[in-house]
Nanobody, 123 residues
Framework: QVQLVESGGGLVQAGGSLRLSCAASGRTFSGTNMGWFRQAPGKGREFVASITWTGFSKKYADSVKGRFTISRDNAKSMMYLQMNSLIPEDTAIYYC????????????????WGQGTQVTVSS
């Protein structure tokens, strides 16, 4: 089992940056593929980025490619999402997720979920 807690959300102006963190507890984090999802008001939850347990393989949604960077620190049981050049369309609740196979982008493919952190980008 892996428990996940997100932090780092907030209000930022368009063009700004935020760094989201995901703290994991449980004995299997270092061997768990992880990802970030987001859910905007009135929309479904969508894939943002994923990272394999080694950190070597990463995948991004086209909408964030070149602006967001996913990373992890297995020694600290932490995962991060560096978000740069934020736009109003990035406004959403961001969720940390884990327990999946490499390269998966569907919500149903992930076993573990955090409670989410709100990111609001003002224009």
């Amino acid at each position: 089992q892996v428990q996940l807690v997100e932090s780092g959300g907030g209000l930022v102006q368009a063009g700004g940056s935020l760094r989201l963190s995901c703290a994991a507890s449980g004995r299997t984090f270092s061997g768990t593929n992880m990802g970030w999802f987001r859910q905007a008001p009135g929309k479904g939850r969508e894939f943002v980025a994923s990272i394999t347990w080694t950190g070597f393989s990463k995948k991004y949604a086209d909408s964030v490619k070149g602006r967001f960077t996913i990373s992890r620190d297995n020694a600290k049981s932490m995962m991060y999402l560096q978000m740069n050049s934020l736009i109003p369309e990035d406004t959403a609740i961001y969720y940390c997720a884990g327990g999946t196979s490499e390269g998966k982008v569907a919500v149903s493919d992930y076993r573990y979920w955090g409670q989410g952190t709100q990111v609001t980008v003002s224009s």
